[in-house]
């Protein structure tokens, strides 16, 4: 590789980096100012699918570090039973089924978000979380049974906090009125159990297809002898 290209190489990379970090950023200013800042992501590209992704990743560490490192006072797990794999799913199957299902809902009724904006403000709205499990599954190992109150609160506010921005992420992203936005979040909650539904059918109907093709080829191996 020529001198030339090293330097592009180098500097494109430099570039990506600091856009990666000023997208990230961007999150701090959303969870305070959650309209202009999620009109911005989308429509003035404020934000960015690999910003998207490590907030993802980081919420999905952040519920296993919350398992492990809270204390037992106020959050009584058992570490050795806790399958992680089955907790990050518990996580990312929610996130990816409300994303297609909202998709799927808005763009029938002039919805102006794409399946990638939708998960891109749906990540960001999950900033709030990161920011406030982490200090609080640290504090709750210097706190009495008493004092556990508070953690549960903070919990609390950061569920709700993050509901708040998906809410002001959709309503932004799709362009839709407050009461629009209500009604189809109602209908993609909807959606959701309906989705869940026909993949736990489906599922159920391969396992038991599978099971008789089983019992079938036994019967037919135990005949042959």
Request: glycine share 4%.
């Given at each position: 590789?020529?001198?030339?290209?090293?330097?592009?190489?180098?500097?494109?990379?430099?570039?990506?980096?600091?856009r990666?970090?000023?997208?990230?950023?961007?999150?701090?200013?959303?969870?305070?100012?959650?309209?202009?800042?999620?009109?911005?992501?989308?429509?003035?590209?404020?934000?960015?699918?690999?910003?998207?992704n490590?907030?993802?990743?980081?919420?999905?560490f952040?519920?296993?570090w919350?398992?492990?490192?809270?204390?037992?006072l106020?959050?009584?797990?058992?570490?050795?039973?806790?399958?992680?794999?089955?907790?990050?799913?518990?996580?990312l199957l929610?996130?990816?089924?409300f994303c297609?299902?909202?998709?799927?809902c808005?763009?029938?009724?002039?919805?102006?978000?794409?399946?990638?904006?939708?998960?891109m403000?749906?990540?960001?709205?999950?900033?709030?979380?990161?920011?406030?499990?982490?200090?609080?599954?640290?504090?709750?190992?210097?706190?009495?049974?008493?004092?556990?109150?508070?953690?549960?609160?903070?919990?609390?506010?950061?569920?709700?906090?993050c509901?708040?921005?998906?809410?002001m992420?959709?309503?932004?992203?799709?362009?839709y009125?407050?009461?629009?936005?209500?009604?189809?979040?109602?209908?993609?909650?909807?959606?959701?159990?309906?989705?869940?539904?026909?993949?736990?059918?489906?599922?159920?109907?391969?396992?038991?297809?599978?099971?008789?093709?089983?019992?079938?080829?036994?019967?037919?191996?135990?005949?042959?002898?």
């Amino acid at each position: 590789m020529s001198y030339i290209a090293k330097r592009f190489h180098k500097f494109v990379e430099k570039e990506t980096y600091i856009r990666f970090f000023q997208t990230l950023k961007y999150s701090l200013y959303i969870i305070f100012h959650p309209a202009d800042g999620m009109w911005d992501v989308i429509h003035a590209k404020r934000g960015s699918y690999a910003a998207a992704n490590f907030i993802v990743i980081l919420t999905l560490f952040t519920h296993i570090w919350k398992l492990r490192f809270t204390s037992f006072l106020v959050m009584n797990v058992n570490w050795e039973k806790v399958n992680i794999i089955q907790e990050m799913a518990s996580i990312l199957l929610p996130l990816a089924i409300f994303c297609i299902c909202n998709w799927a809902c808005t763009t029938l009724f002039d919805g102006k978000g794409h399946l990638g904006d939708i998960y891109m403000g749906t990540a960001y709205a999950l900033t709030p979380y990161v920011l406030i499990q982490i200090p609080m599954f640290i504090i709750s190992n210097f706190v009495t049974i008493e004092e556990g109150a508070f953690y549960n609160v903070a919990n609390a506010i950061s569920l709700i906090w993050c509901a708040a921005l998906i809410f002001m992420a959709m309503m932004m992203i799709n362009q839709y009125s407050f009461g629009k936005t209500l009604l189809f979040t109602f209908i993609t909650i909807f959606g959701m159990l309906v989705f869940i539904f026909i993949m736990l059918l489906f599922f159920s109907m391969i396992s038991q297809a599978v099971a008789y093709f089983v019992s079938l080829g036994r019967e037919v191996i135990f005949r042959l002898n």
